[in-house]
T-cell receptor, first 115, second 113 residues
Framework: DAGVIQSPRHEVTEMGQEVTLRCKPISGHNSLFWYRQTMMRGLELLIYFNNNVPIDDSGMPEDRFSAKMPNASFSTLKIQPSEPRDSAVYFC?????????????FGSGTRLTVV | AQSVTQPDIHITVSEGASLELRCNYSYGATPYLFWYVQSPGQGLQLLLKYFSGDTLVQGIKGFEAEFKRSQSSFNLRKPSVHWSDAAEYFCAVGASGTYKYIFGTGTRLKVLA
């Protein structure tokens, strides 16, 4: 999606390695979500930022996961150390407007495979 | 508890046939309702949404959906399916007091030529 750029598109890493996923929203967006999608669990909200501040990180699976949003144009999701069960597609999403009824714009995702 | 149910995991239709994908929700407040489509290897794209007003909403790609409060449903329809509509479709619900959306488990649509 033109509004959100995620990188890399695919990542294959060995268990125990650090992985960093990146998200670049269009400028001016200050509400950002990280989601994880798996066949077994569907779409899971990991963390929500508003005004670059983490508001809700209750979905972050464990301490191995961390996320930052240093400015309105960049966010990272880091997994250290990675495990095979972290294999999933990770999406970054933005609110399409200031109110909750606007819906989201999703990035194309990062497919992570941990071997 | 809030929930969204998409009863059909897979649906197969012939090209040119009509389509209806079902979505039922359980939500205490007046819901915001959404349909998203996900093509292979892509993110979710918003097809349409309902939050107030006319209960029949039009979306992109020729899709429409109808909010029926009495049935707690928000079914997605298209009168004539194209092969390019083959994808996975997700229903989602939100509300004014929360930034969280609840997503259904998805319905995978296959279109036969």
């Amino acid at each position: 999606d033109a509004g959100v750029i995620q990188s890399p598109r695919h990542e294959v890493t060995e268990m125990g390695q650090e992985v960093t996923l990146r998200c670049k929203p269009i400028s001016g967006h200050n509400s950002l979500f990280w989601y994880r999608q798996t066949m077994m669990r569907g779409l899971e909200l990991l963390i929500y930022f508003n005004n670059n501040v983490p508001i809700d990180d209750s979905g972050m699976p464990e301490d191995r996961f961390s996320a930052k949003m240093p400015n309105a144009s960049f966010s990272t999701l880091k997994i250290q150390p990675s495990e095979p069960r972290d294999s999933a597609v990770y999406f970054c999403a933005l609110k399409q407007g200031p109110m909750n009824h606007y819906g989201y714009t999703f990035g194309s995702g990062t497919r992570l495979t941990v071997v | 508890a809030q929930s969204v149910t998409q009863p059909d995991i897979h649906i197969t239709v012939s090209e040119g046939a009509s389509l209806e994908l079902r979505c039922n929700y359980s939500y205490g407040a007046t819901p915001y309702l959404f349909w998203y489509v996900q093509s292979p290897g892509q993110g979710l794209q918003l097809l349409l949404k309902y939050f107030s007003g006319d209960t029949l909403v039009q979306g992109i790609k020729g899709f429409e959906a109808e909010f029926k409060r009495s049935q707690s449903s928000f079914n997605l329809r298209k009168p004539s399916v194209h092969w390019s509509d083959a994808a996975e479709y997700f229903c989602a619900v939100g509300a004014s007091g929360t930034y969280k959306y609840i997503f259904g488990t998805g319905t995978r649509l296959k279109v036969l030529a």
